[in-house]
């Protein structure tokens, strides 16, 4: 790149609230967004996202309050973008990192005030969500778009979109290392003797009809987990999170827990595969709920790899996939080494 250029890394992710007192608005924020929530009529969804923050933000306190009090997603989101910088600087790669969370602060308005403030003038848009979803990165680009266009000079920022990253090839590695580390927490190192469980975010099943492809980013990511690890293991490929009453993609993670008791499995490893930061998740949602869901199924033994956060191999990862996006728009030349 010129001297003359300054590059800005934006990273996405959804948010979540810092304090109990953020939980509602969080959740009206979440539950007005179209990508997420789709309705017949547009004048019902502020309507809808009220009602829907006002009778459910007492129970979803209830779990914050069990993982300290609010989503610690901010503060890691920060200090993955700090460590990503630092790398991309050791490989010769000048840039600042910037958050734009969908349904919390930061805000993508925040960000992008930032950008200008820095002067930046090229910009790599870099979604944390490994697999496309039109519920996370389409909506994420689509109102970045939105608002950099309504900001007269910075609507010809040169941009890069990173629209997916669920094969890349440290990515899976980064994913091979955490079950390694998650496999040290179990008494029976017999691979066999642990049922795998590679849990992702689901998504309503009306979805794939749209042209949706996170089902088969999900699965392509399991597939080339296996090569990695050898498929001579017991595994299944289920999903979590699901709201409301329309069909969601299964089998649900929990519903997998339950079966695999009554099988007389003893031995659990639950791999989230759609998630790059600690946060409700994984932090109540795996650890607090589907270990109870474990316990009450009689499986004694029940662990969860780590999430990344700021693992040195997950940061080398994003800073190749950003690196190759510069390569790839002739914006740097390619790497010798």
């Known amino acids: 790149m010129s001297k003359q250029e300054k590059l800005g890394i934006v990273l996405f992710n959804l948010g979540g609230p810092e304090t109990l007192e953020d939980v509602r608005p969080f959740l009206y924020n979440l539950f007005c967004d179209a990508e997420i ?24 306190s209830g779990y914050y309050k069990k993982i300290g009090g609010g989503s610690p997603l901010r503060r890691i989101t920060d200090s993955q973008g700090e460590a990503l910088v630092k790398e991309l600087s050791r490989r010769g790669i000048e840039a600042r990192s910037y958050t734009a969370m969908r349904c919390w602060k930061p805000f993508t308005e925040t960000a992008i005030d930032a950008l200008e403030k820095d002067g930046i003038n090229r910009v790599i848009a ?8 039109i519920s996370t990165t389409r909506s994420s680009f689509r109102y970045f778009i939105k ?8 609507r010809d920022i040169r941009r890069h979109y990173i629209p997916a990253w669920y094969d890349h090839p440290k990515y899976i590695e980064a994913l091979v290392e955490t079950i390694e580390i998650a496999y040290k927490n179990l008494p029976n190192q017999d691979l066999k003797a642990t049922h795998l469980i590679f849990s992702a975010h689901s998504v309503p099943e009306s ?20 090569k ?38 003893k031995q659990i490893l639950i791999v989230p595969v759609s998630f790059v930061s600690d946060h409700i998740e ?3 949602e795996l650890d607090i709920l589907y270990k109870q869901t474990a316990d009450e199924a009689g499986i004694t033994h029940f662990t969860r790899a780590p999430a990344f956060n700021t693992m040195p191999k997950f940061i080398s990862a994003l800073a190749d996939i950003v690196e190759e996006k510069l390569v790839k728009v002739k914006a740097i030349k390619p790497s010798k080494v």
């Open 37 to 60: 929530i789709k309705l017949p009529w547009e004048g019902m969804r502020k309507p809808l996202a009220w009602f829907i923050s006002t009778f459910r933000h007492r129970k979803s």
């Open 147 to 154: 608002v950099l266009n309504s900001r007269g000079g910075m």
């Open 282 to 284: 994984t932090l109540y």
């Open 207 to 226: 979805y794939l009809k749209q042209g949706e492809p996170y089902l088969k980013h999900t699965q392509k990511t399991v597939e080339l987990l296996l």
């Open 228 to 265: 990695k690890l050898g498929k001579d293991r017991p595994w299944t490929l289920s999903f979590q999170s699901k709201v409301g009453p329309v069909k969601w993609l299964e089998p649900l993670t929990d519903t997998v827990i339950r079966n695999l008791g009554k099988e007389g499995v």
């Open 126 to 133: 870099l979604p944390l969500y490994p697999q496309f979803s």
